[in-house]
């Protein structure tokens, strides 16, 4: 069974750093495209950031470039965020999702149950 | 970036009848391939994401066969042909063309 298990959001100050982790089983992950979505409180859905299944491309929405950075450990099954200078629009449920292939990418197939990150002094 | 509208974004249903949701984005989603990129969710009340159609058409596994996707270019639509209970939440359309990747607003279904 595919399970994605992401931890490590909490409270954090404006300009803190957090470093959010996802455990993914049941899969071979490192045969696949993994990405980070979140959502803020009450709001839709925003793509954050993706990553190849080497680490050799790595993609992130405007807002967090130069912020955030999409790792991953394929030895450890293990996909992370690192928050740097995190800003109060960050705060939301981040999600973790294996990205389908179908000949190409096509679609996030498995989700995890996210983990709230919120910003706040 | 690539806009992605929805319509609408409220949709009361009747168990039994048909349903439908539609995707329009400011560009067009057509690969070369000749595949669209384009992905609808559901998002059901206190849970997380799951993926009903990929690539414009394609039914996710598992998902039930009353739920179709179609469009081209960019104009799309979700179709359940009879709404159960189980089908309220929110739904999405994402664009997977370009960087960034981009939501429509979402679509409350409600019964």
């Known amino acids: 069974e595919v399970q994605l298990v992401e931890s490590g959001g909490g409270l954090v100050q404006p300009g803190g750093s957090l470093r959010l982790s996802c455990a993914a089983s049941g899969f071979t992950f490192s045969s696949y495209w993994m990405s980070w979505v979140r959502q803020a409180p009450g709001k839709g859905l925003e793509w954050v950031a993706n990553?190849?299944?080497?680490?050799?491309?790595?993609y992130y929405m405007d807002s967090v470039k130069g912020r955030f950075t999409i790792s991953r450990d394929n030895a450890k099954s293990s996909l992370y965020l690192e928050m740097n200078n995190v800003r109060a629009d960050d705060t939301s449920v981040y999600f973790c999702a294996r990205l389908q292939w179908s000949g190409e990418l096509s679609g996030f197939d498995f989700w995890g149950q996210g983990t709230l990150v919120t910003v706040s002094s | 970036d690539v806009v992605m509208t929805q319509s609408p974004l409220s949709l009361p249903v009747t168990p039994g009848e048909p349903a439908s949701i539609s995707c329009r984005s400011s560009q067009s989603l057509l690969r070369s391939n000749g595949h669209h990129s384009l992905d609808w969710y559901l998002q059901k009340p206190g849970q997380s994401p799951q993926l009903l159609i990929y690539l414009g058409s394609n039914r996710a596994s598992g998902v039930p066969d009353r739920f179709s996707g179609s469009g081209s270019g960019t104009d799309f639509t979700l179709k359940i042909s009879r709404v159960e209970a189980e089908d309220v939440g929110v739904y999405y359309c994402?664009?997977?063309?370009?960087?960034?990747?981009?939501f429509g607003q979402g679509t409350k279904v409600e019964v």
């Open positions: 994402m664009q997977s063309l370009q960087v960034p990747w981009t």
């Open positions: 990553i190849r299944q080497d680490g050799s491309q790595r």
